[in-house]
């Protein structure tokens, strides 16, 4: 894989890791986005079969 591909990719992570990092800020003091947030992920764990807790 390219350098220029590989940084690409790095820097997209990096930002979608800010992201992220900005969302659970907001659901530790929000119980409506904390809540959507555990349907999310328990739909997506039944999909694959999986629970999270």
Do not use: C, I
């Amino acid at each position: 894989m390219p350098l220029t591909t590989r940084l690409a990719a790095r820097s997209q992570a990096r930002k979608q890791r800010a992201e992220d990092d900005k969302l659970w800020a907001v659901a530790l003091s929000d119980a409506r986005v904390m809540a959507d947030l555990s349907r999310a992920m328990s739909a997506e764990a039944s999909r694959r079969g999986r629970a999270y807790y």
